[in-house]
Nanobody, 126 residues
Framework: VQLQASGGGVVQAGGSPRLSCTAS????????MGWFRQAPGKEREFVAS????????DYEDSVKGRFSISRDNARNTVYLQMNSLKPEDTAVYYC????????????????????WGQGTLVTVSS
């Protein structure tokens, strides 16, 4: 079982990168997916989550209206489109998965998730 995140890098403030996370070893459509981030010296925090079929999403307040989570079950991939990036968005971004039968549709707590990717660093330069 593996989650492989990609798409990070150095981005200028105001930029719009898209992160991807591709799953292997699971039946992807059976899993709710989430994105979390951890900035230097801070605790990991919730960013966004999406239910098994993409019909329900949830966002942390500071990214609402700027970030968009989506998924393509045929490609076993979840995306995080990030727009209007700010320096405070600098962090390692992690994707995570949890079997949909265990939790609410769009879980926000990191403890709810069973499977984690390795993280991809997004650095926003001002």
């Amino acid at each position: 079982v593996q989650l492989q995140a990609s798409g990070g890098g150095v981005v200028q403030a105001g930029g719009s990168p898209r992160l991807s996370c591709t799953a292997s070893g699971i039946i992807f459509s059976n899993y709710a997916m989430g994105w979390f981030r951890q900035a230097p010296g801070k605790e990991r925090e919730f960013v966004a989550s999406i239910n098994w079929n993409g019909g329900s999403t949830d966002y942390e307040d500071s990214v609402k209206g700027r970030f968009s989570i989506s998924r393509d079950n045929a490609r076993n991939t979840v995306y995080l489109q990030m727009n209007s990036l700010k320096p405070e968005d600098t962090a390692v971004y992690y994707c995570a998965a949890v079997w949909r039968g265990k939790v609410s549709q769009t879980p926000r707590r990191s403890d709810d998730y069973d499977i984690w990717g390795q993280g991809t660093l997004v650095t926003v330069s001002s």
